[in-house]
């Protein structure tokens, strides 16, 4: 299921828009009010996040098409180039398939504050899982714990399973709503508030609020 796509009137629609926020489409007395709701549709219909979504996909192709080609000096080529990049976005538009899925580019700064928080994480959960390895006795406690998810959105959740799957001794094996269910090979590795500090982190990498309702 597609989340976070904002819908793109048509050709048609946005006339449409354009002339109901004209003077003469209302009454005098209601002219005021009617006009700025219909300039805020408006604005949002043809800004807002899916314009990030446009720009950074546009900068990730092009990026991707100068190193591919390898043609830095032709002028030709780089217009050829650069007008493909600028179709394939106004097609992705037109089709609103410009979301966190098309182009996720728009939100990976977020993740600066991430990856090395996960990095130690990875580290501390490698230690423990080591120490117990190479231990005489070497207990292992596996049980299977439901983790609840604070993201909302598909692609958040999913950061959040990956990340899970990623520390050792941790395995997200599926995703039933709002929680995931993973197998945990050592009691340790399930604590609530280890599971909740990365939900919280995750919610807030994807570009949510990470706080529980």
Not at 1 to 28: W, Y
Request: net charge positive; proline share 3%; aromatic share 8%.
């Amino acid at each position: 299921m597609m989340t976070g796509v904002a819908m793109i009137p048509a050709k048609g629609e946005l006339r449409r828009l354009i002339s109901l926020c004209s003077f003469r489409a209302f009454p005098r007395r209601f002219e005021g009010v009617k006009n700025q709701s219909c300039l805020r549709r408006l604005q949002k219909s043809l800004g807002g996040e899916d314009m990030g979504y446009a720009i950074s996909l546009l900068f990730a192709m092009a990026v991707l098409w100068l190193v591919l080609s390898g043609h830095y000096d032709s002028t030709l080529l780089l217009s050829l180039g650069a007008g493909s990049a600028v179709f394939a976005v106004l097609l992705a538009w037109r089709l609103h398939i410009l979301d966190d899925e098309t182009a996720p580019y728009y939100k990976l700064w977020r993740f600066l504050f991430y990856w090395p928080w996960l990095l130690v994480e990875i580290i501390k959960a490698n230690i423990i899982v080591v120490r117990t390895i190479l231990s005489a006795d070497m207990v292992l406690t596996p049980r299977m714990v439901r983790v609840k998810t604070l993201p909302g959105t598909d692609m958040g959740k999913v950061l959040l399973a990956n990340s899970i799957t990623l520390t050792p001794g941790t395995v997200s094996v599926d995703i039933d709503e709002n929680e995931i269910i993973v197998h945990a090979l050592l009691k340790e590795l399930t604590g609530k508030e280890g599971f909740a500090e990365m939900s919280r982190r995750c919610a807030r990498a994807w570009g949510e609020k990470g706080e529980t309702s």
